[in-house]
């Protein structure tokens, strides 16, 4: 078994319940897997197959990005004054052009920025397949740089024709979409504690899905253990409007219906939550995916983070695609996600 040591650190974060801060310290490692945390006398060894020597760095626990669109790394700092619904008409016919190549490339990028910040692990959320795209494309970055990856298996069934946002040429059989997904799943998901590659499904957002296939996702996912659900809800004052109309509910509500609330689900953005969904999601131990950056740039509102985290809701940090973003840094995400609810409470200590 492969085994590391780092020691010397200048100051190991541990992050743990009371927020050790340990000078000089040091990490045990076996086959990926940290099993002492402290100075070299708590070390079980004080050798190993690799011992690095870190006296001028601090070391902190890897972070966790909770919301992507890798494939977004191709088209930056385009549509810079539209909100959500115009940003995405405008990407839509240049997203249709996407290889696999391309595809690949962007992932292979994304997760390097991620890297640089500090993060370790990170979802991801693919959901349209032009010509020959494939999840495999995304999972091939993954494994070429040793990321610990967990990619969602999206889709886009309902296009303009029935009401729908996205083109038409961009949308799926619904009955594609599902035995894609369970092919993937049953190819790759890893359902082990330390896995470095667990999947999810991922039907994109209210405006471009049924019912039907958020049912039958739901379904499908809590047939295999570890395998969760992600989605977009709730990201402004459109998206909201949507739900109304088209389903006569607001979205926390519609995901209720569907059975879409729970432990193993969690929705990107939820800036428009109101107090009853916020109780919602707290009541039934649904995730929140807070991208603060992604949300200032296309003008959705400030996320209620606060008053879920009040209420008990799990919240992670995601950074969003990175045509929302032009970036991928999780710290700067940290940073926003601070300063965005002293500015929305008034508070600053909030």
């Known amino acids: 078994m492969a085994t590391l040591l780092v020691k010397d650190i200048k100051i190991l974060v541990t992050m743990d319940a009371t927020r050790r801060e340990i000078p ?20 079980p060894h004080t050798t190993a197959d690799t011992v690095l020597s870190l006296p001028t760095q601090i070391v902190l626990p890897g972070m966790v990005n909770t919301h992507h669109h890798m494939f977004q790394n191709l088209t930056r700092v ?26 690949h490339t962007a992932a292979k990028l994304a997760m390097a920025e991620l890297m640089m910040s500090g993060c370790t692990t990170s979802s ?16 091939r ?25 996205p083109p038409d040429s961009l949308v799926e059989a619904e009955p ?43 379904a499908l996912a809590r047939t295999y253990p570890g395998v969760r659900l992600h989605t977009h809800l709730a990201e402004n004052a459109n998206d909201i409007a949507y739900s109304l109309e088209h389903y006569g509910m607001r979205p926390g509500e519609y995901a209720e219906s569907l059975g879409w609330l729970g432990t193993d689900v969690w929705h990107a953005h939820c800036v428009q939550l109101d107090e009853r969904e916020i109780g919602l999601f707290a009541r039934t131990g649904t995730g929140v ?44 995400e940290a940073r926003q996600a601070l300063l965005l609810q002293r500015i929305k409470e008034t508070d600053p200590s909030a």
């Open 24 to 43: 000089n310290g040091a990490l045990y490692i076996r086959d990926h897997v940290i099993e002492a945390v402290g100075t070299l006398a708590d070390m």
């Open 141 to 165: 970055a993954a494994q070429e740089l040793g990321f610990r990856y967990h990619p969602t298996r999206g889709a886009m069934s309902v296009g303009e024709s029935q009401g729908g946002l």
């Open 176 to 218: 594609h979409i599902l035995r894609d997904t369970q092919r993937v799943i049953e190819a790759y998901h890893d359902p082990a504690r330390y896995a470095m590659l667990r999947l999810g499904i991922a039907p994109a957002a209210p405006f471009n899905v049924s019912q039907s296939l958020m049912r039958e996702s739901a």
């Open 289 to 332: 995916a807070h991208c603060p950056c992604s949300n200032m740039r296309l003008a959705s509102g400030i996320a209620p983070v606060r008053a879920m985290l009040t209420q008990g809701v799990k919240v992670g940090l995601g950074v969003d695609g990175s045509a929302s973003n032009d970036g991928a840094h999780l710290l700067n």
């Open 78 to 103: 385009m549509a810079q004054q539209n909100e959500l619904f115009g940003w995405l008409t405008t990407l839509y016919p240049i997203w249709r052009n996407l290889t696999a190549e391309m595809v």
């Open 124 to 139: 991801d959320h693919l959901y349209l397949f032009p010509n020959d795209v494939t999840l495999e494309d995304t999972i």
